[in-house]
């Protein structure tokens, strides 16, 4: 008889009842007698969950096959003592000392030939087979030893992958990329017309002329380029998946993840799409980028793209900051209020739990400066005080985990599109898919609606409204995807320069924008990106005027109806803003760069097409948000103003952190979070 297949891995962690809350947890940086120190103050904040060994590897192996468990033993020994779960790392972010220096190679190697140094983190080749070898020894050891330890709850392969070196351009991964080129294409002669090598001369002979697109005396090989990224990216998720088979084979039923870093400022070189199917958990690290911008529209943005890459299911935010960090040109102090406020704008988009990067700051080290829950200054402290108050607020909104955030719209979002758009030699180097994400991000987030991102192949079918800010890279099957979408009755919104090269970076045969040439009933005759400082007027009758910046098209309607036009610039008199109807919805086309009212005031009667009401009487960044499930529905108001709030509820029910019923309303003081369990 054949053998059962075993049961799939949880997706939660293994054994924690209530949400995740806690930190990076070092005390191989300390004494043991601060170790007792920390589990009082650990239970008097209400920490549930810890990370630990995740940069241990010296410690852990201090010399080839040599292991020293002892303190890990009594480390966990003491958290199962005080009933805190522990995410166990593999340390396989930072080789010792000793394995760099039986293993040179198997430190990265820049584009331009210099090989990395040791002293850092994360200088790893990803192809090294000395590499891969000692990863799953340690990996190996790990699992046997403590796969069934009662206070395991979760694995955690590595850290941060892609960051700060994803791609290395060794010898090394010359030649596994040829391998990988071979999978991908097949022969040479697919590679060459893959990447164009007509084209400057550079068609190959052989595979093994192939080197990776190191520097060049001027620009190289787009699609070359591209086929690297997708290489490195691929590469770190073959040596994830080797540790995480080896935990699952040696330790099943408890959950795998690694931590993720979703948002579009901070790391561009991982395909979370490909990942977050590999993963039994999606976890993510999330800190606030001092731009200039709102930090908490850059949360609310990654919160929702770290969920959608789980699929919609419940993901774990397993590092964000107390305060401030260290690793920015300006590292400013969070407000009061303003920690749980981040964490429960997390909680609210999906993640069943909130921690932190670390749990006591470092005295030494390039993290020295990084907060933490227990700061130096200790415990008569307003970042202490906020942590123990944020512990017993998470302990009180246990209900909620399983529960799935609602969204109201999709957008839609490609890494590799992302990576083939920041090539060389684009019509404008001012235009960035990260800014228009970010942008028609805003302008949604603005208008009170909850996003969900999607992949461009993805089932659209369940939003009334979809935006395509940024796909330069598009499939023919996108292009039929979204036209099933706008047929079927959905309202779609689609930026400039989408929808124009194939996987292969190669222009779709034919007018642009290639594949969407259908859905939106239009061609594009030429680009038209504007000189700097360079703004076009659009008018429309009745108005309102809109100003466009950057970029502009001639655009040429093939069945599209003109709502804005260009009224300066050499488009001057065509379309700019179109919409198209197909079959039961509609599809709008916006040429020009638009942004605040400008955009809105397109979204505003595209919304109208997706019978997406206006949501009225919600203050400016005061952000609502729902999560559902078997344990009821619960609304997360976050006053993101100085100013106190009142959100209207149309089903009364009792706020969580108060404990006080709601009816009609619920009032949202300043800098507050207001979580409402709404009566069935």
């Not at 227990?374 to 009180?396: K, M, Q, Y």
């Amino acid at each position: 008889m054949p053998h059962p297949a075993p049961a799939p891995p949880p997706t939660a962690p293994h054994g924690l009842r209530r949400l995740a809350f806690g930190g990076d947890y070092n005390p191989e940086q300390w004494p043991e007698e601060v170790w007792h120190e920390d589990m009082a103050l650990m239970a008097e904040a209400g920490v549930t969950m810890v990370s630990v060994g995740i940069f241990s590897w010296a410690l852990l192996e201090p010399a080839p096959g040599a292991y020293d468990f002892g303190w890990l033993d009594r480390l966990l020994a003491l958290l199962h003592e005080h009933g805190i779960r522990a995410d166990l790392g593999t340390p396989t972010v930072a080789p010792p000392a000793w394995f760099y220096r039986a293993h040179p190679e198997a430190l990265p190697v820049g584009r331009d030939g210099v090989r990395y140094a040791i002293g850092s983190r994360g200088a790893i080749c990803h192809s090294s087979a000395a590499y891969r070898e000692a990863a799953a020894a340690i990996t190996e050891q790990l699992a046997r030893r403590y796969g069934s330890h009662p206070a395991l709850a979760l694995w955690h392969v590595h850290n941060e992958y892609g960051v700060p070196v994803s791609a290395c351009y060794c010898d090394s991964c010359a030649a596994h990329f040829r391998r990988w080129l071979t999978a991908r294409h097949g022969t040479v002669e697919a590679v060459n017309e893959a990447w164009g090598t007509a084209f400057w001369g550079q068609r190959y002979g052989s595979l093994d002329e192939i080197d990776p697109p190191r520097t060049t005396p001027t620009v190289g090989n787009p699609a070359q380029q591209l086929d690297y990224a997708r290489f490195a990216d691929a590469t770190m998720r073959e040596n994830f998946r080797a540790e995480r088979d080896i935990l699952h084979r040696l330790a099943p039923g408890i959950p795998v993840t690694t931590n993720f870093m979703t948002a579009l400022s901070q790391c561009e070189s991982v395909d979370y799409w490909a990942w977050g199917r590999e993963v039994d958990l999606v976890s993510n690290d999330h800190y606030l980028i001092t731009d200039g911008r709102r930090t908490h529209v850059n949360l609310a943005m990654a919160a929702d793209l770290t969920r959608s890459v789980a699929g919609g299911a419940p993901w774990l935010l397993l590092e964000h900051s107390t305060s401030g960090v260290n690793w920015q040109p300006r590292n400013p102090a969070k407000r009061p209020g303003e920690m749980a406020r981040n964490s429960l704008a997390h909680v609210a988009r999906g993640s069943d739990g909130a921690m932190f990067f670390q749990w006591r700051q470092s005295r030494r080290g390039a993290e020295k400066f990084h907060s933490a829950m227990v700061p130096h200054a200790g415990t008569d402290s307003r970042i202490w005080r906020e942590v123990t108050r944020l512990g017993a607020d998470l302990g009180l909104l246990d209900g909620i985990r399983g529960t799935r955030t609602v969204a109201d719209a999709a957008m839609v979002w490609d890494w590799q599109s992302w990576w083939a758009q920041s090539l060389e030699w684009r019509p404008s180097q001012e235009h960035d898919a990260r800014e228009r994400a970010d942008t028609f991000y805003e302008a949604l987030y603005d208008r009170h609606l909850t996003v969900d991102f999607a992949h461009p192949e993805a089932d659209l079918s369940g939003y009334p409204l979809v935006v395509v800010p940024a796909l330069y890279l598009a499939s023919e099957e996108t292009g039929s995807n979204l036209r099933r979408y706008v047929e079927g009755g959905g309202t779609l919104v689609v930026s400039y320069f989408s929808g124009i090269v194939d996987a292969d970076d190669a222009v779709h045969p034919g007018p642009y924008p290639g594949v969407l040439r259908d859905v939106l009933g239009l061609t594009v005759e030429e680009f038209a990106p504007l000189p700097e400082g360079g703004t076009v007027r659009l008018t429309t009758p009745g108005g309102p005027d809109l100003t466009g910046d950057l970029w502009s098209d001639v655009v040429i309607p093939r069945g599209a109806e003109t709502i804005w036009s260009y009224a300066d610039g050499i488009p001057a008199g065509r379309p700019a803003v179109t919409r198209h109807r197909l079959g039961e919805g509609s599809a709008w086309y916006v040429s020009t760069r638009l942004g605040g009212p400008d955009l809105d005031a397109v979204l505003e009667r595209a919304c109208a097409d997706a019978r997406i009401a206006p949501r009225t009487g919600l203050p400016h960044d005061v952000e609502v948000v729902r999560r559902t499930g078997s344990t009821g529905t619960y609304l997360f108001a976050l006053n993101h103003t100085e100013t106190d709030a009142k959100v209207v509820l149309d089903t009364p029910g009792t706020e969580l952190l108060t404990a006080e019923s709601a009816t009609g309303h619920v009032a949202v003081p300043a800098g507050a979070v207001r979580v409402v369990r709404l009566d069935s």
